[in-house]
T-cell receptor, first 114, second 107 residues
């Protein structure tokens, strides 16, 4: 089946630094990828939808200058958390749409900002 | 508005059957998904319903009634490894997620 590789799985960074998270579709082309964040004991919250070759569409309340999304190829999307702060600590998960009905998730990235 | 409701938590016994309900109110409907999520991990796909009726996959079954805005996930022969959160999601033009149901399995 479809596989989405996400890394790093865990990252600890200092406040004020930037962190890049990669999401790759390994055996299919993903024209659309989704980025979610999830706080403990809460559901997934969609941050943005990225389409290959165009600007990402951000959900209301998500700062596009803070969460930079690049979807430069059909198999790679990246999320960069810029000038990270402790409140950005969360579980970030990417998802890629395969075909009409399939959504495959990456394994997630646990970000801790200290 | 868009709304998906599921129970926050359920408890069941190993070997038993449990039904997790999901009701939704969305402006559009293009399918309903069930996902399983273990703590600290990404969700994994369980089922997809777009037409009314029951879809069976091994120990797991999912039912949909579009007229009632209702779905359930049925888990049979419960195992300890089934302890997880179960997320209901409806696709409108994007996926709308329920808050998830934490299922606790007791021996």
């Amino acid at each position: 089946g479809a596989v989405v590789s996400q890394h790093p799985s865990r990252v600890i960074c200092k406040s004020g630094t930037s962190v890049k998270i990669e999401c790759r579709s390994l055996d299919f082309q993903a024209t659309t990828m989704f980025w979610y964040r999830q706080f403990p004991k809460q559901s997934l919250m969609l941050m943005a939808t990225s389409n290959e070759g165009s600007k990402a569409t951000y959900e209301q309340g998500v700062e596009k200058d803070k969460f930079l999304i690049n979807h430069a190829s059909l198999t790679l999307s990246t999320l960069t958390v810029t000038s990270a702060h402790p409140e950005d600590s969360s579980f970030y998960i990417c998802s890629a749409r395969e075909g009409v009905d399939g959504y495959t998730f990456g394994s997630g990235t646990r970000l801790t900002v200290v | 508005g868009q709304n998906i409701d599921q129970p926050t938590e359920m408890t069941a016994t190993e070997g038993a059957i449990v039904q997790i309900n999901c009701t939704y109110q969305t402006s559009g409907f293009n399918g309903l998904f069930w996902y399983q999520q273990h703590a600290g991990e990404a969700p994994t796909f369980l089922s997809y319903n777009v037409l009314d009726g029951l879809e069976e996959k091994g120990r797991f079954s999912s039912f949909l009634s579009r007229s009632k805005g209702y779905s359930y996930l049925l888990l049979k022969e419960l195992q300890m490894k089934d302890s997880a959160s179960y997320l209901c999601a409806v696709r409108d033009y994007q996926l709308i997620w329920g808050a998830g149901t934490k299922l606790i399995i007791k021996p």
